[in-house]
């Protein structure tokens, strides 16, 4: 499986963005897909999780500001990121799993990653 994010940019701070990720397997298969970011020096950190029927995981720090969705016949997961916080940037990457009855926000337990695209918020 090839996952490919879009979308990344500088933004200032209330601002919005929309990321997109492409996979290259069905995302109508049992695959779950799921949001991720990392600033240097820290652990790459789940935001938020998407499995094939649509149901979501968030985590705290993005709840209520993000939304995932995913677009089954486009192959394509997005993350809506409104009210957007200085603390917000970093690299964000997409990231995928086969089902296994869970969703999960562990990096460790993804096998499948795009290769990332810098978010920066700042006035």
């Known amino acids: 499986v090839q996952v490919v994010e879009s979308g990344g940019g500088s933004v200032r701070p209330g601002g919005s963005l929309r990321l997109s990720c492409v996979a290259s397997?069905?995302?109508?298969?049992?695959?779950?897909m799921a949001w991720f970011r990392q600033v240097p020096g820290k652990e790459r950190e789940g935001l938020a999780a998407?499995?094939?029927?649509?149901?979501?995981h968030y985590a705290e720090p993005v709840k209520g500001r993000f939304t995932i969705s995913r677009d089954n016949a486009k192959n394509t997961l997005y993350l809506q990121m409104n009210s957007l916080k200085p603390d917000d940037t970093a690299m964000y990457y997409c990231?995928?799993?086969?089902?296994?009855?869970?969703?999960?926000?562990?990096?460790?337990?993804?096998?499948?990653w795009g290769q990332g695209t810098q978010v920066t918020v700042s006035s």
């Open positions: 990231a995928a799993r086969w089902w296994d009855g869970r969703l999960s926000l562990r990096a460790d337990e993804h096998n499948y």
């Open positions: 397997e069905s995302t109508d298969s049992r695959l779950c």
């Open positions: 998407i499995d094939s029927d649509g149901t979501t």
